[in-house]
């Protein structure tokens, strides 16, 4: 399959991951990162189509960087790719989530909600990597 291709379809299996933790987790994370709510109880601005473009971008990002790495590294399957795709979520990202947080004195609920998304989207996306 064409690089690019693997690496859009990598990037619409963190986005759609995304959707559904957030989803789910939408109350606690709204809480622990502050985010200013309108009346319908929604984020504020969240009708805006350029945040969810730009969120697409950053993760095509990702992905296109963990395409380059898995191939440097000869990661070829997709239990290869998941485990990979982990690690890089749970030591990479995390960490620096984690770190961002931590000096910002924002609450250990949202390192937790937001690294548990960029563990399991990475590994989503690590697998469709390594998948094709």
């Known amino acids: 399959m064409v690089a690019w291709i693997s690496v859009i379809l990598a990037t619409v299996a963190a986005f759609a991951l995304g959707a559904g933790w957030y989803g ?3 109350g606690p994370w709204m809480r ?3 985010v200013p709510v309108g009346a319908d109880g929604k984020p504020k601005g969240s009708s805006n189509p350029m ?3 730009m969120a697409f971008g950053l993760q095509l990002l990702v992905a ?3 395409r380059h790495v898995f191939a440097l590294s000869g990661i070829d399957s997709i239990f290869a790719g ?3 795709g982990l ?3 749970l030591f990479f990202i995390t960490p620096w989530i ?3 947080n931590l ?3 924002r609450p250990v609920t949202l390192t937790l909600i937001d690294g548990g998304y960029a563990a399991l989207g990475c590994a989503a996306m690590g697998a469709v990597l390594g998948l094709f």
């Open 98 to 100: 984690a770190l961002n």
């Open 87 to 89: 690690g890089i979520g």
């Open 32 to 34: 622990a990162a502050k």
């Open 51 to 53: 945040l969810y473009v």
């Open 24 to 26: 789910k987790l939408s």
């Open 82 to 84: 998941l485990v990979a």
């Open 64 to 66: 296109g960087m963990m």
């Open 103 to 105: 000096y910002s004195q």
